[in-house]
């Protein structure tokens, strides 16, 4: 169970994903999301959807049942009247006025706060905040509503498919049924229980989508929906001694570039007691030096005052949804800055500050 706070960009990491990486996790807390003026925020239990009373959207629910007949003429006034003159929750009055049966209001309830959650599927850009916490106790409309059913539904209803398409494995690599996820997998549709099949028999997204009788653009749909839950997957890349490259979670990053940036602080703030200002000019012509061959994130990267580096274009923020590739560029590309700087200190000051520096580097700690 993770309870670290964590944030990023729609356009890195789609809202599908971030919703599986909070079910995966077991996360509890509030999620924010913002594009331009629009903003949602959403509460989670343990993995699981929640509604809690002081972030119901009571208004709009209200509306939505007069828009959707699912009340008669006047029995909002009546309850309303009800409510104002007994000084009672409107909810509540819902069911003294005998519109609803408790039961089918919390059912009313639940199934539009899921409905105010499927639009944000289809965001192509904006940001996200998660902030860990627990309901406040008593203050729960609803609970223990379960996220994999909830994201396999909101991709089936996206309209945004570019989206689907551009967070997709590219056509060379192959897809493969991940055995862990077994007895967690939700209840699948036809078309999914198909493709899930049909995988285990293509050698890649191509041939996949090429011979699928769902045809290509339902394939695709299927296949970001179980790759998003983890029923497929990649293979995973190997590093050094054929092992597997480590796995992140969504909150991993976060540390990792923490941990990256102390020790770019420690190496500046070394060189810059011996040379003084002119330290920054050392470091910055350090990185200008391999920048070509780098991950991209890092060709528009600002170097701060202190030494630490600030990334000006989108970092990925979940390395467990990114490809294999971006991990290994990403951790690549920490090694090779925080090699480039320590060879700037070499030159500019000799072997045996080289030396005395690494050691210091050492006491911090290692990235991996």
Request: aromatic share 8%.
């Amino acid at each position: 169970m993770e309870n670290n706070p964590f944030q990023g960009e729609i356009a890195e990491t789609p809202f599908p994903q971030v919703l599986a990486s909070i079910w995966r996790e077991e996360r509890s807390g509030f999620l924010r999301v913002r594009r331009g003026p629009a903003e949602r925020s959403f509460l989670f239990d343990k993995g699981e959807l929640a509604v809690e009373r002081s972030t119901f959207d009571e208004p709009g629910f209200l509306r939505s049942l007069e828009a959707l007949g699912l009340v008669r003429p006047g029995d909002l006034a009546r309850s309303g009247a009800a409510a104002a003159e007994r000084e009672m929750d409107p909810l509540r009055a819902l069911v003294e006025s005998g519109i609803f049966t408790p039961a089918r209001l919390l059912k009313l309830i639940e199934n539009f706060s899921i409905g105010e959650i499927f639009p944000v599927f289809d965001w192509p850009d904006g940001n996200y905040a998660f902030e860990p916490g627990q309901p406040k106790p008593g203050t729960l409309l609803v609970r223990d509503i379960p996220l994999p059913g909830l994201i396999l539904e909101g991709i089936r209803r996206m309209g945004n498919f570019d989206l689907i398409e551009a967070h997709l494995p590219s056509t060379g690599e192959t897809v493969q049924s991940l055995s862990s996820r077994a007895n967690e997998q939700p209840e699948l549709a036809a078309p999914e229980r198909y493709l899930l099949g049909a995988a285990a028999a293509a050698g890649s997204v191509d041939e996949l989508c090429a011979s699928s009788v769902l045809g290509s653009r339902e394939t695709k749909r299927a296949l970001f929906a179980l790759l998003t839950l983890d029923v497929l997957g990649t293979p995973k890349a190997k590093g050094k001694n054929n092992k597997p490259l480590p796995e992140f979670s969504i909150s991993d990053l976060d540390r990792l570039f923490a941990a990256f940036n102390d020790q770019c602080s420690f190496i500046y703030k070394y060189i810059s007691k011996e040379i003084g200002p002119v330290a920054l000019n050392v470091i910055e012509n350090s990185l200008d030096e391999i920048k070509d061959r780098i991950d991209p994130i890092f060709q528009n990267c600002e170097l701060k005052p202190d030494g630490r580096i600030e990334l000006r274009t989108l970092l990925k923020k979940n390395l467990g949804v990114s490809t294999d590739e971006s991990k290994r560029s990403l951790l690549r590309s920490f090694d090779e800055v925080l090699a480039a700087e320590v060879l700037a200190v070499k030159r500019t000051l000799g072997n045996g500050h080289e030396s005395a520096l690494v050691k210091g580097l050492g006491r911090i700690g290692d990235l991996h």
